[in-house]
């Protein structure tokens, strides 16, 4: 069990860095920016995994309709869903 959480916690870790990647990228809207500031905040949380993972996915989706949204950013955002989607599964 305490296997599990260190694996959670690890690909949690993962997708953390992905999300300040793509946040330290400047071809990334100021307003996007903000939003995965939220998400790495509520991934970060000494909450149930579920939880964590259900308002980050909420807030993904929310960036990934933003219109001025490049479409390369918007593939790394889906890339990061998964990664999400992923991690809820386990």
Same mark, same amino acid.
């Given at each position: 069990?305490?296997?599990?959480?260190?694996?959670?916690?690890?690909?949690?870790?993962?997708?953390? &860095?992905?999300?300040?990647?793509?946040?330290?990228?400047?071809?990334?809207?100021?307003?996007?920016?903000?939003?995965?500031?939220?998400?790495?905040?509520?991934?970060?949380?000494?909450?149930?995994?579920?939880?964590?993972? $259900?308002?980050?996915? &909420?807030?993904?989706?929310?960036?990934?309709?933003?219109?001025?949204?490049?479409?390369?950013?918007?593939?790394?955002?889906?890339?990061?869903? $998964?990664?999400?989607?992923?991690?809820?599964?386990?």
């Amino acid at each position: 069990m305490i296997k599990d959480k260190e694996i959670l916690r690890q690909e949690c870790d993962e997708i953390i &860095h992905a999300l300040n990647s793509l946040k330290d990228d400047d071809g990334v809207p100021k307003n996007v920016k903000i939003k995965i500031e939220i998400i790495i905040s509520d991934l970060k949380e000494d909450t149930d995994v579920s939880t964590k993972v $259900s308002k980050s996915l &909420h807030n993904l989706d929310e960036v990934s309709e933003d219109l001025n949204l490049p479409s390369f950013i918007r593939t790394q955002i889906y890339t990061i869903s $998964s990664m999400l989607e992923k991690l809820n599964s386990q």
